[in-house]
């Protein structure tokens, strides 16, 4: 489905739901994706993406960096303790800040390079052993514990499960966010971001849609 295509759908939500579409960022997902699909939604002009791994994101965006200016890149995946310093030296965002120990480390390195890219916490809204994320019921204690941190928390992530309604979990994850004051919502992907975005998404997360299914080697 064409960059465009999906911008327009984008639109359309956000006059549905009487919102600007100004106020949702589209995150073009290129994890495991090939190169030249990567750079024929760039030369459209698009410059927000998502990458699940930092030693992948690292392979891949200093050589497009050096030919498009404005790049903003979202790390979406789980983050390794060890890995936190190449990715915020990599990524304008994180959206998987999900245990104590990750808020710390970053901390730590954030005094040292005097910089942070955006922080959003994960939350489990399934409560899925699988999957990363704090608990619904933990998130509001883990919200306060990051803020004591003094890092630049910007707002709330989640996965649903596949199997059940997303709207619900959209519905979950924007309250808890509602009562700690935080306005960023990363929640959405190609089959349901429409709904999301009706529930107040501020970024959506779309890959497939744009650049074809996944090859993986």
Not at 83 to 89: F, L, N, P, S
Not at 121 to 135: A, D
Not at 182 to 195: I, N, R, T, V, Y
């Amino acid at each position: 489905m064409p960059l465009a295509e999906i911008q327009a759908r984008i639109a359309a939500a956000c006059d549905a739901a009487g919102r600007n579409a100004k106020d949702v960022k589209l995150i073009a997902v290129s994890k495991v994706q090939p190169n030249a699909r990567v750079d024929a939604v760039l030369a459209e002009g698009h410059r927000i993406f998502g990458e699940n791994k930092v030693q992948e994101a690292a392979g891949k965006w200093p050589d497009f960096r050096e030919r498009y200016d404005g790049i903003e890149l979202h790390l979406i995946g789980p983050l390794q303790s060890n890995k936190v310093k190449q990715a915020m030296q990599l990524a304008q965002a994180i959206h998987t800040i999900d245990r104590p120990k990750l808020a710390t480390t970053i901390a730590r390195h954030a005094q040292d390079l005097g910089q942070c890219p955006d922080l959003y916490i994960q939350v489990n809204t399934g409560e899925e052993p699988q999957k990363s994320g704090v608990l619904p019921a933990e998130a509001d204690d883990f919200v306060a514990q990051v803020r004591a941190l003094d890092l630049p928390l910007k707002g709330l992530m989640c996965i649903p499960p596949v199997d059940e309604e997303p709207s619900l979990h959209f519905a979950l994850l924007a309250k808890i966010a509602a009562r700690n004051d935080l306005s960023g919502l990363s929640m959405g992907m190609s089959s349901d971001f429409e709904s999301a975005i009706a529930l107040g998404a501020t970024h959506i997360r779309v890959g497939s849609a744009i650049f074809g299914e996944r090859v993986y080697g």
